[in-house]
């Protein structure tokens, strides 16, 4: 698995603790202008950056709170 930076420019990143501790309010709101631009050159990547809002979101929910419509989560139940 290809290891990126913030920006998520690689495609299957590497989430790690370290990643996730490395955001403040700035970086978040850039990768969730990203999402909400939606302009990528392939899924790919939109996608690496949603899996990373939406593991802000439970590490870190301090900081998506204004970008959860971007996450899109529905109550599903595992039964």
């Given at each position: 698995?290809?290891?990126?930076?913030?920006?998520?420019?690689?495609?299957?990143?590497?989430?790690?603790?370290?990643?996730?501790l490395?955001?403040?309010?700035?970086?978040?709101?850039?990768?969730?202008?990203?999402?909400?631009?939606?302009?990528?050159?392939?899924?790919?990547?939109?996608?690496?950056?949603?899996?990373l809002?939406?593991?802000?979101?439970?590490?870190?929910?301090?900081?998506?709170?204004?970008?959860?419509?971007?996450?899109?989560?529905?109550?599903?139940?595992?039964?």
């Amino acid at each position: 698995m290809k290891n990126s930076n913030i920006s998520s420019k690689n495609s299957a990143i590497s989430i790690t603790e370290e990643k996730l501790l490395a955001f403040d309010e700035a970086s978040t709101a850039e990768l969730a202008k990203r999402l909400d631009d939606d302009d990528y050159p392939n899924p790919f990547e939109g996608l690496d950056d949603w899996h990373l809002l939406r593991a802000l979101a439970i590490h870190r929910p301090e900081l998506t709170r204004p970008y959860l419509h971007l996450i899109d989560q529905e109550p599903f139940d595992e039964d």
